[in-house]
């Protein structure tokens, strides 16, 4: 079964632009959540999408905003990027049902992004 | 809120066991998790554990769990140059909600 993909793995942008990133869950599961991964913050998460719509949100400006498909490929966009934008963005998908025992995060191999 | 602390560092020799630690807050968390990550690449489950075990062993690995103290340990037998990596715990309550701590980086010693 293929893991979770993300494109692009890597990408140089300058101030100011904007980044669209995009995740492939593995087949069947239906939750995307969306990691931003810096040295000085660690693993922060941003946002989870379940069946098209938006579960959770974690603590991130509204330049960072996401959007899942019906086939539960999702995208994330950050737009006017600044140079603490730099960083891995991880996707990891799931089932997504609640209280149906581990549910065990699969993470992608992340898309590295720099701002110059 | 919810927190995960981890120490940041851990060296050891190989051939030694690594022990690396992780405090959790949230007293509804179901299961407890270790991820590993080497350099570039995402994150890899390694194992869990269900909040009503106390331990779990896989292989070289081997989860504690003290939930009245709100602590979860790994243990590596054996540790070899390959384990060198980020290790990150992580706990889930009832809802969909993963919580992650810091990562511990590892670093083997030949």
């Known amino acids: 079964k293929a893991g979770v993909t993300q494109t692009p793995r890597y990408l140089i942008k300058t101030r100011g632009q904007q980044v669209t990133l995009s995740c492939s869950p593995i087949s069947g599961h239906r939750s995307v959540s969306w990691y931003q991964q810096t040295p000085g913050q660690g693993l922060q998460f941003l946002f989870e999408y379940f069946s098209e719509t938006q579960r959770n949100k974690g603590n991130f400006p509204g330049r960072f905003s996401g959007r899942q498909f019906s086939n539960s490929r999702s995208e994330m966009n950050v737009s006017t990027l600044e140079l603490g934008d730099s960083a891995l963005y991880l996707c990891?998908?799931?089932?997504?049902?609640?209280?149906?025992?581990?549910?065990?995060?699969?993470f992608g191999a992340g898309s590295r992004l720099t701002v110059l | 809120g919810e927190d995960v602390e981890q120490s940041l560092f851990l060296s050891v020799r190989e051939g030694d066991s690594s022990v690396i630690n992780c405090t959790y807050t949230d007293s509804s968390s179901t299961y407890l998790y270790w991820y590993k990550q080497e350099p570039g690449a995402g994150l890899q489950l390694l194992t869990y554990?269900?909040?009503?075990?106390d331990m779990k062993q896989d292989q070289r690995l081997t989860v504690l769990l003290n939930k009245k103290d709100k602590h979860l340990s790994l243990r590596i037998a054996d540790t070899q140059t390959g384990d060198s990596a980020i290790y990150f715990c992580?706990?889930?309550?009832?809802?969909?909600?993963?919580?992650f701590g810091p990562g511990t980086r590892l670093s083997v010693l030949p």
């Open positions: 554990i269900f909040s009503n075990m």
């Open positions: 990891a998908s799931t089932t997504g049902q609640v209280l149906s025992g581990a549910n065990v995060l699969t």
């Open positions: 992580a706990e889930k309550d009832y809802g969909q909600n993963f919580v």
